[in-house]
C-alpha cells in the first residue's frame, strides 16, 4: 500500500467526517485505509480537531470506550448562526410573501437546499447529547428540514402522513386537532417506530400547536420518548407545548398592509 501523507490523510479525513456528521468513525477504520498506525492517526484528528474549532467549522470529538473513535458534529461559530438567520428573516419581510388569509409563502425557502441545510444543523446542535433515535414530522412542508436536521443527527426520518398507505404496512392512527380548530387523522407505520425509543420533532410552522400535539400523541401510543419540538417558524405567542421546545424564528399576526413582524429566537447565537 503506498504510503500516504499527512495533508492527503486529513484531506481525506475531512471528507469522510463531514459527509456523515455525528457518526462515530473507528481509528481502525483510518488505519486500514491508510495503512497507518493508531498513534499516527490519532495525532491528524489532534490538528483536524484544532483546525475546525480555529475556523469555527464544527467540532470533531473522540468517544472513548469499545464502540468509540471520532465523530464531526456541525457547530455554527459564534455569531454565525444568528446572522444566517437574520439573512432568511430579511427575505421573509419582502411583502409580496403576505398570501390571503394572513398566511406568509415561504415554501422557496423551505425548497432550497443550502437554506434548510443550515437550519437542521442548527436543530441538531441542540439535541447532539439527546439520545435522539429518529427525527418525527409530518407531510409533507416540514419534510426537507427535517430531513437536514436527521442527517445532521445521523438518525433515520420518520414521516407521519394525513392516511395510511398500504406499502408501509399496519399502522397507528390517531384523531387530533390541527391548528386551524379541524380534526383531522395522523398515521405511522408500526414499522417505523421502535418502541421506548427518543425522538425529535421537526415541523416548519406552529400556529396554535395542534398538530405538534398530534405527534406527541402519536408517539405516547408507541411508548417513545419526546426530546423536543422544534419548528422554522412560530407564530407569537406560541403554544408552549414542553421545556425542549424551540423555534428559529418568531412572527406576529399578518395584517394586510402592514409591515411583516418576523425576528431570529433568542436562542440562536
Known sequence: MDKFKRNERLAVMTQVLTAAPNKIFTLSHF?????????????????LAATMRQFGLGTVETVTGAAGGMRYRPMAQEGEGRR???EICEMMRAPSRVLPGGYLYFSDIL???????GMGKLFASQFYDAGVDFVLTMETKGIPVALMTAEALHVPLTIARHSSKVYEGSAVNINYVSGKGVIETMSLSRRAVKEGSTALIVDDFMRGGGTAR???SMLSEFNVHCAGACFVMALEPSAHLMENQKALMLLDEVRPGEPIQVRVADWVK
Open 214 to 216: 398530534g405527534m406527541l
Open 111 to 117: 425548497s432550497d437546499p443550502v437554506l434548510v441545510s
Open 31 to 47: 488505519c486500514e485505509m491508510f495503512g497507518a498506525a493508531k498513534s499516527t492517526v490519532s495525532e491528524d484528528t489532534a490538528i
Open 84 to 86: 444566517f438567520m437574520e
